[in-house]
């Protein structure tokens, strides 16, 4: 794993001004409230999916002066091409911020075996529990590893995303290492989900159509107008082997 710049060497800056002076309009008490942070002392590794859903949460973490950097681990992201946008994406905003950046390996290869069987299953079924728990998985490891307190995640904040499920996930791999925390914070609520549509527009970032997986995707392409996609991964480009 890889970080995307020395956080050593951060300045200690305001974090309020720093995030207004990064794109994003003032940010006041009333549109954004201050967190406590789940432990008392000690930072939080948050998992990012992606800069559309990780930007609010950034920026709320900052602005209540909570410790934190993030992670990138997102092996479902198919094809690499896109891995790598949103990957780029994410460090962008995360570097701009002075939040150091995690940058796990891109283990796709595993994944496909992971979720082998559950290729048919529904959105917000099996095959996601099994994703989840994979990627929270490895974020927990990491944490316990490095001496992180707590860990969270961006992806509850998506309406596209079971919040329950993602939480069980969370919950399930911080409870295999002693001390660590899963943070439940529900990030769509108190216009967090509102905040994070506007910052994607203010920014200018891409904003994916599915969710990563070629099983999005290929649900997608069925879906689309005057679609002939046939449905199989030739159509949208073989996985790694």
Sequence with gaps: MRRSFDRSRRPWPDHRRETESAGSKPMSRPERHKLIAPVRHG???????????????IETLLWSEIDHEV?????????HGEYLRRKDELQRFAVRHWIGVVDADYESAAWFRAVRGLETEPERGARCTTCFDI?????????????????????????????????????????????????????????GADRA??????????????????????????????????GSLDSVGSPSP
């Design 135 to 191: 990627r929270l998985e490895r974020t927990a490891s990491h944490a316990d590893q490095h001496g992180f307190a707590a860990i969270a995640t961006s992806l509850g904040i998506s309406r596209w995303k079971n919040i329950r499920q993602v939480d069980e996930c969370g919950r399930r791999a911080a409870a295999r290492y002693a001390g660590l925390i899963y943070w439940d914070h529900n990030w769509r609520k108190l216009g």
């Design 71 to 79: 992670i990138f681990y997102n092996p479902n992201i198919h094809p």
């Design 43 to 57: 930072r939080i590794l948050l998992h990012c999916c992606c800069a559309p859903c990780a930007a609010d949460v």
């Design 197 to 230: 549509a506007e910052i994607a527009e203010r920014a200018q970032f891409y904003r994916q159509s599915y969710c990563g997986c070629v099983y999005s995707l290929i649900k997608l392409k069925l879906q689309s107008p005057g679609s002939s996609t046939s």
